[in-house]
Structures are given as structure tokens and as C-alpha cells.
């Protein structure tokens, strides 16, 4: 069974500032990775995704995320936030290549950015 | 496209009363999830349809959570008798294909017994 920990359920950052937010996940066989983002009252939305290949993927609006395997983490950065970057952040893995279509998340961490 | 919705936005009822949630998922998508969110238990995943046919329902709470999907442009998720405790928001999600495709969620239905 794969399992996701997001420890920092809060991460308060100033405007411009650097960021990192710390994914670990737990499963026995090859994954995918994914980052959601969930503003207020709405639905999650994929931000960025790890299948293979490169470990670094990058998002449209300047967050990366590194896979590292050998730590089983799949962290998020982004060097200088916005006010508008405020929201909730899921990380989330499923089984890649295998019968099971299940998304497993974390249990999120609220982004709060202050000017 | 105008992404998955979900009906009602929020309900309101009494415990013992039952509630019905719904959902329209994209169209041509062939995979539909449903996702409860509460502040204690996270996101979590109760029941989701591949090509209309429930595949996995171990996540549904109780006997009574049941879902269907008679066709592939809706499903219902259904609560008799609602509880208390089954205040949350619930998510429906739908997905085109394997594995490694985005989920597109819906905005919710905020569901809230009194």
C-alpha cells in the first residue's frame, strides 16, 4: 500500500521569499508523483506531475519539484512566491503501471503568503 | 469545456434525512472518483467507476454511502441516513485514461448535518 506525509500541515512565507514544501511518500513498487493545488472553495488542480524521465519538473507558474528516490521524496519549491500563490498544496502518488487507478493524497499544506 | 460539475454547491439537512449528491463529469473522461475532505481525515478517496462500473468501494464509510453511475455523464453519491459526522466536502473527480493523467475536480458540495 503506498502512503503520502506532508509534515508542515501550515507554511507561513513573505512575498518574494523562497519556498519549499516536503512531500515523502512510502510504496513498494514504482509511482508517480503529483502536486495539486486547491484554492479557496474550489476544486484541486494538477500543478505539476513526475511519471518518469527527468526528476525535476517545472510548472507553468515557477514551482519544481525534484524526484528523489533514494530519500523517496518529491518536494516543492518555488524561488520567490506571490500573494496569489496562497492556497492548499496536495501531494498525491499512485501505482504507476499497475491495476490500480488509485490517487492517494496527503494530507496537504496550507501555503500562506504575507506581503 | 466545462470541467466537472457538481450539484448542490452546499446542503444543509437534518441528521436522518437523506442526501444526494451529483455530478457531471467531462465528457469523454472514463474515469469518475469520489473524494471526501474533511480537516480531520484529509482527502479521502470513497468509491470510483471505470467506464460506469464501480471498480473499488472499499473507501465508502458505511451501508449508507452508496454511488451509482448509470451512464457516463452522471453518477450519483448517496447518504441514507445522514449522521453528523458526515459533514464534509465531497469531491467528484474524472479522469481520461491511465493512470498518469491529470484528475479534474470539481468545486464540491459542502455538506453539513445538524
Redo the contacts between chains.
Sequence with gaps: AQSVTQLDSQVPVFEEAPVELRCNYSSSVSV?L?W?VQYP??????LL?Y?SGSTLVESINGFEAEFNKSQTSFHLRKPSVHISDTAEY?CAV???G?S?????????TRLLVRP | DAG?IQSPRHEVTEMGQEVTLRCKPISGHD?L?WYRQTMMR??E?LI?F?NNVP??DSGMPEDRFSAKMPNASFSTLKIQPSEPRDSAVY?C?S?DG???S??H????TRLTVT
Excluded: C, E, T
Design positions: 508517480y503529483f495539486y472553495n474550489q476544486g484541486l488542480q494538477l506531475k511519471l496536495f499512485s501505482d504507476a499497475g490500480s487507478y488509485k490517487l492517494i493524497f496527503g494530507s496537504g | 466537472v474515469y472518483f484529509g482527502l478517496l470510483y471505470n471498480i473499488d469531491f473527480a479522469r491511465p493512470d498518469n491529470p484528475l475536480f470539481g468545486n464540491g
